[in-house]
């Protein structure tokens, strides 16, 4: 299949369109719910709740250091389900392909987001698949929705924040952001920063097994630890404090933002989660948290407080206080 | 992060924020020319560390802000009638609204202009695409000016023929002349601008304690740096001074950059400069000597005039003359944010209100 390319064809519902499906789709994803190629696929669930989400996938490059569009797709997915307590089973994959995509490219995203799959454990059951005019599109979108199983218990939600639970992130910051945005304006760095794209559900698993106490786990993409913040400030109607020396970054991607004028703290992240505990199981969770490799760097960055009502703000490094706002405008665009 | 945090430690802030507090008395208002220190004063929280009697004023220190209304209409009325040229701009000035326009929504009508990190990347894309005329619209202080001298130097000797650059680069000293002579703001001493300073030297603020007996300080950009210009200006005002003295001493000298200096003075010429909210200054502006005439796209095309009106309601103007602080304008965080500037010192990422909208200054607690 070297040197082919995908054609407006590929997408017509025919020919073309099946043999794609077929020696790519169905060759990568291969399981018993994809293979009799329905239009739905069936399933029984083992649990009486279900999480439910979805999300699009747009990164310019499809390929960059630590991962691709396609892993990207699915432990977006993955981790959506987890942050909520749920444990992920199934996925769905629709593709929206540029005529012109090279065979090769699509395979090897098809293929990492089967890897992806496989090694979290969840299956892609479904799937679609369109082709657009040259020019249309940007390579190639990728849109994954994901179902996965709850346990009883309290939903975690930002309405459980409490004042004196504590915030804890699990790991460094910003690495995402600034892997693809050095590789998109091909800016080397003596220490090369990978993206952090991983799977969490585990890593949420053994919190949740840990200890109680967990009131919110959110995922900082998009926007990145500021804006979760202040989104577990808003519905909690609660204040959050954060101390900006606590906050793991590490120094090639605090030396990248300080060259180019970005603050990590609104740099987009897809390995992390930011979880709000109850002050007395902190210690439990983070103790678990480093015993898995994804939250080997966990730290506890701040607190929760009466004041100031629905706004986060930030101890700064020489020890003032300011007000943490959201990301306004785009610091980056097309970075997930 | 080595060179970054020692600049950055909190027991030696807070030890510069309780020297201030021991020898501060008097009232005194100061003035940050850059808007570097005004991101860096909102950024640390170091407005609200300082005795109350110590009010920090922003001043006209953004190059995109202080562009004149009227020079901004001229660049869309330009990109309007020439419409094979491609402009070539720095990312900031295409959110500055103009009357009715921006450069931003040119460009989705149809217009070619292009967002450049570097002048230098202005060579390239005259270079791919020899067809066309390439215009750079070059806004800037004495920091950038000598980078866009370097490559107008450059394209002359690379013989482009299909680029031009039409300067709206200003001045600094100017600037904090006029607002002295104008006695509209009340200033007793100036923060000056690390990175300016280390091109044009420390020298250059000479009058400023020689004729208006105000003290300056050039100080970097860390919040240490900022903390050690305050409480060094501080002293002054206590001690009866008017002196200037340079903090950031590990990048400024009182002579400055011979060499950025030498290439500025060679390509540009002094003129008289239009400011945002200032008005006309003399002298303030640098224009294209006509030796580079070729290169000079106020030469070379007949560029149309241009509005200068302010938006209604906006106090960009009043603000860059610190007159007014961002959180006393009606439209501040309200009809006028980041998403939809009226405003450029809500759009550039060096304006003032841009830094207090963002780092929460003037908010609702």
């Known amino acids: 299949m070297r040197d082919r390319q995908i054609l407006l064809g590929h997408g017509s519902g025919g020919k073309l369109s099946h043999m794609l499906i077929r020696e790519i789709f169905l060759k990568a994803f291969d399981n018993e719910f994809l293979a009799p190629l329905n239009d739905q696929a069936v399933f029984n669930v083992p649990a009486p709740r279900l999480a439910f989400t979805t999300d699009s996938y747009v990164v310019n490059p499809i390929f960059f250091p630590g991962g691709d569009i396609g892993k990207l797709s699915v432990c977006g997915a993955i981790n959506d389900l987890a942050v909520g307590g749920a444990e992920p089973l199934y996925l769905s994959a629709s593709f929206i392909i540029e005529e012109g995509l090279s065979f090769e490219e699509l395979e090897a995203v098809v293929s990492s987001m089967a890897k992806a799959a496989h090694a979290a454990g969840v299956k892609i059951v479904t799937g679609d698949t369109k082709v657009v005019e040259r020019g249309k599109g940007d390579k190639l979108f990728i849109s994954t929705a994901g179902i996965g199983v709850l346990k009883d218990g309290p939903v975690l939600s930002p309405s459980l924040i409490r004042p004196g639970d504590l915030i804890i992130v699990s790991g460094f910051i910003g690495d995402h952001g600034i892997a693809v945005m050095a590789h998109r304006e091909g800016i080397r760095m003596d220490v090369p920063v990978e993206s952090d794209c991983a799977p969490l559900h585990l890593l949420v698993k053994d919190m949740l097994s840990a200890a109680g106490g967990i009131r919110a786990m959110r995922d900082p993409t998009r926007g990145g630890l500021a804006t979760t913040l202040n989104e577990f400030a808003a519905s909690s109607g609660c204040g959050i404090v954060i101390r900006e020396n606590d906050v793991p970054v590490r120094e090639a991607v605090r030396g990248a933002c300080e060259l180019l004028g970005f603050d990590p703290l609104y740099l987009a992240n897809e390995g992390k989660l930011v979880a709000v505990v109850a002050s007395d199981s902190a210690q439990a969770i983070l103790k678990a948290m480093r015993s898995n490799p994804l939250g080997a760097d966990a730290a506890v960055i701040g607190e929760v407080t009466d004041e100031p009502p629905g706004r986060a703000l930030i101890e700064t490094a020489i020890g003032n206080k300011r007000i943490l706002d959201m990301l306004s405008g785009a610091q980056l665009p097309r970075i997930c | 992060m080595k060179y970054v945090d020692e600049f950055r430690n909190r027991d030696i802030a807070k030890g510069i924020i309780e020297k201030i507090h021991g020898v501060s008395r008097k009232p005194v208002n100061i003035m940050e020319i850059c808007g570097s220190h005004t991101h860096s004063i909102s950024k640390y929280g170091i407005r609200d560390a300082l005795p109350r009697n110590i009010r920090l004023i922003s001043g006209p220190g953004c190059p995109v802000c202080v562009t004149s209304a009227g020079d901004i209409n001229r660049l869309i009325g330009f990109v309007r009638h020439e419409k094979d040229i491609i402009l070539a701009t720095f990312g900031d000035m295409m959110r500055v609204p103009g009357s009715g326009s921006s450069l931003e929504r040119e460009k989705a009508r149809g217009s070619d202009i292009r967002v450049v990190y570097s002048p230098a990347d202005v060579l390239d894309i005259a270079a791919s695409d020899p067809g066309r005329e390439v215009v750079f619209s070059a806004v800037g202080f004495e920091t950038t000016a000598p980078a866009v001298a370097a490559t107008i130097l450059m394209a002359q000797e690379r013989g482009l023929k299909n680029i031009s650059f039409l300067s709206l680069h200003k001045l600094t000293p100017p600037a904090m002349r006029a607002l002295l002579d104008s006695g509209e703001v009340e200033l007793d001493g100036f923060i000056c601008p690390g990175h300016v300073t280390a091109v044009i030297g420390a020298d250059a603020y000479r009058f400023i304690s020689s004729e208006y007996h105000a003290p300056c300080v050039v100080a970097g950009f860390e919040p240490l740096d900022v903390l050690q210009g305050i409480y060094m200006l501080i002293l002054q005002e206590e001690e009866g001074r008017s002196e200037i003295e340079i903090q950031y001493k590990r990048i400024v000298t009182w002579e400055g950059n011979r060499k950025a200096r030498d290439i500025m003075d060679r ?99």
Do not use: H
């Open chain 2, 267 to 365: 390509v540009f010429e002094t003129c008289d400069a239009s400011w945002r909210g200032i008005g006309n200054i003399p002298m303030s502006g640098l224009t294209i000597r006509s030796a580079f005439g070729d290169l000079d796209a106020a030469r070379r095309f007949s560029l149309p005039e241009g509005i200068d009106e302010e938006t209604p309601g906006c106090s960009c103007g009043s603000l860059l003359k610190g007159l007014t602080a961002p959180n006393e304008c009606p439209l501040f965080g309200k009809a006028c944010t980041p998403e939809d500037p009226k405003g450029p010192c809500m759009v550039s990422s060096e304006g003032t209100c841009a830094a207090y909208y963002k780092y929460g200054e003037g908010a609702p607690q």
